[in-house]
């Protein structure tokens, strides 16, 4: 996915990069794009706000779908995906679902026709636990996420 791509770019990290190293080159971007840095200059402090908040967006996007957040709410996710499917949404490549229990998340790189599969399936539901749960980077977007 193109977003996970760009905020990958952003902080200058590739795919292996694991939670101590996220949270390394964090700091240090902050560090150089503190808008308190630039209270010389009008136009680099603007710059360096919105600089700011797109390291840190990154920051805790590339958090949520780390191995090792995964592997931390990995009981929680597998009582989740057990519970009932109550709708879904797909925009972009990125399937969300929402569940009974009242948690949700987002599938990153589902190809569409995976998506028109599941939702021309008998059971939904079982489809997904086949074919998208374990196949597919996601992310939780009901409960915060672990943190470096």
């Known amino acids: 996915m193109k977003k996970i791509v760009d905020y990958r770019k952003l902080l200058n990290v590739n795919e292996t990069a694991e939670l101590q190293e996220l949270k390394t080159v964090y700091r240090s971007l902050v560090k150089t794009w503190h808008p308190d840095k630039?209270?010389?200059?009008?136009?680099?402090k603007l710059e360096a706000e919105e600089k700011s908040k797109q390291i840190i967006e990154a920051y805790h996007f590339l958090v949520s779908i780390a191995p090792e957040t995964r592997n931390q709410s990995l009981p929680?996710?597998?009582?989740?995906?057990?519970?009932?499917?109550?709708?879904?949404?797909?925009?972009?490549?990125?399937?969300?679902?929402?569940?009974?229990?009242?948690?949700?998340?987002?599938?990153?790189?589902?190809?569409?026709?995976?998506?028109?599969?599941?939702?021309?399936?008998?059971?939904?539901?079982?489809?997904?636990?086949?074919?998208?749960?374990?196949?597919?980077?996601?992310?939780?977007?009901?409960?915060?996420?672990?943190?470096?």
Request: proline share 2%; aromatic share 18%.
């Open 38 to 44: 630039f209270h010389d200059n009008a136009d680099l």
């Open 76 to 148: 929680e996710y597998n009582v989740t995906t057990a519970s009932a499917i109550t709708d879904f949404d797909y925009k972009s490549q990125v399937l969300t679902m929402y569940f009974a229990d009242g948690n949700s998340y987002e599938y990153f790189d589902v190809p569409k026709a995976v998506y028109i599969k599941m939702i021309n399936s008998d059971s939904p539901g079982r489809f997904a636990r086949r074919h998208i749960f374990s196949n597919y980077v996601y992310r939780s977007l009901s409960r915060l996420v672990a943190s470096a």
